[in-house]
């Protein structure tokens, strides 16, 4: 067995005749393990957090977006379904129709966007899984919408509302003067259904269907403004990408998930990093007492140490027994602090102890390289606090 860590080992587990230097050790060892449990739960809240996050956007963007380079809309060609349909890796795809209209409801009125969708559009979005209330559009009957949550807020507008129907009104195109009283052309439409999700794309869309927007926009049969497009394996989104953009090429653009909500993505990961690095100076603020803890045992081995040395051990192999010993004490630290960290995660997540609404419990997620990386910071922390703790001994300290 190696010397230094033999000695080490009976350092760490074997009592100090000082008891002051027994509850110092006592306080490192807590700080560590505070220290790891606090950032594993961190890690794992902000993982679970994200994966509740992006799941939202299932309802709400697809994985692919077909989209015009210039202008608002684009001719749906034979040849464009032909690359669509026969790419082996596309599961779906639904023709779109966007754009930005006037709602109306009684004496209420709210900007939003109508999106004209065809039947295949909850094959491609999951928006099935964000109804609230209702159900979503029934195909067979032309005016009936789906609204958010949001915009049902604003406009006190609930589903089926046959006294009062919601008026969609788009500006008129055109030159010259305009009659105030006939800007715009509007249809009647009847709620069947309320979706829930993130605040902006719960105030953002009025699902219709297609041919509603279209007339509403006077646009052909074969214009539309979009096609959002359901991989059948998400991780291949980036190649997809590129070969529908070479085989569509210049005048559409073909974006992912990620390139369409890109501010989005980095506020959730910038987020996980900075909260990583906050807890990592509370780690290296605590492994402080780790360093305390050292000194105050080399102080009190310093007879022992010098028995040591006129044994023939070497300063180098003395130093390296307060290296290990601070290294086991930070690694016993972080097993422990760990497994409560394991554990606890794993009760939120079975039995939801602690909630973010009545309905929901804040997300949370165990996985191997959040466990990995407690392990990993605390351990290369805790060797250098160790490192800096065992130079404070020389030859002189160990023969004064």
Excluded: C
Excluded at 303 to 326: A, R, Y
């Amino acid at each position: 067995m190696n010397f230094p860590l033999y000695i080490a080992k009976r350092y760490v587990f074997a009592k100090s005749g000082n008891n002051a230097i027994n509850i110092i050790t006592i306080i490192a060892t807590f700080g560590v393990i505070v220290g790891s449990l606090a950032l594993f739960i961190i890690l794992s809240g902000f993982t679970g957090l994200r994966t509740f996050s992006y799941s939202l956007l299932d309802a709400s963007d697809p994985d692919l977006k077909i989209t015009p380079v210039k202008g608002k809309i684009f001719v749906f060609t034979d040849s464009i379904q032909h690359i669509l349909e026969n790419h082996t890796d596309i599961s779906s795809f639904s023709k779109v129709v966007e754009e930005r209209a006037l709602l109306r409801y009684k004496d209420k009125e709210e900007i939003a966007y109508i999106k004209g969708v065809d039947s295949t559009y909850n094959r491609v979005v999951e928006i099935d899984s964000a109804i609230q209330v209702g159900t979503w559009l029934d195909f067979d009957y032309k005016n009936t919408a789906v609204i958010g949550n949001g915009i049902s807020y604003k406009l006190s507008l609930g589903i089926l509302n046959f006294g009062e129907p919601l008026q969609i009104l788009m500006p008129k195109s055109g030159k010259g003067l305009i009659n105030p009283m006939n800007a715009f052309r509007n249809v009647k439409t009847q709620i069947t259904g309320i979706y829930s999700g993130t605040e902006e794309f719960e105030n953002k869309f009025v699902f219709t269907n297609i041919t509603l927007a279209q007339d509403l926009l006077q646009y052909q049969k074969n214009q539309i403004t979009a096609i959002e497009i359901k991989l059948k394996n998400k991780a291949l989104a980036i190649s997809l990408k590129n070969d529908l953009q070479k085989a569509l090429g210049n005048t559409l653009k073909v974006q992912t998930r990620a390139e369409l909500n890109e501010l989005f993505y980095k506020v959730i990961n910038s987020e996980n990093v900075i909260s990583y690095l906050i807890f990592t100076l509370v780690i290296i603020i605590a492994l402080f007492n780790v360093i305390g803890a050292i000194i105050m045992m080399i102080i009190d081995k310093r007879s022992n140490l010098k028995t040591l040395f006129n044994l023939g051990t070497t300063v180098k192999e003395i130093k390296q027994i307060f290296v290990f010993q601070g290294f086991l004490l930070t690694l016993f630290g972080t097993v422990v602090g760990l497994f409560i960290g394991v554990v606890l995660v794993l009760i939120q997540k079975q039995f939801g102890l602690f909630m973010v609404t009545q309905n929901l419990p804040y997300p949370v997620e165990f996985r191997w390289t959040n466990l990995s990386i407690v392990i990993v910071t605390i351990s290369i922390l805790g060797f250098l606090a160790s490192k800096i703790a065992s130079n404070r001994i020389t030859s002189d300290f160990i023969t004064q």
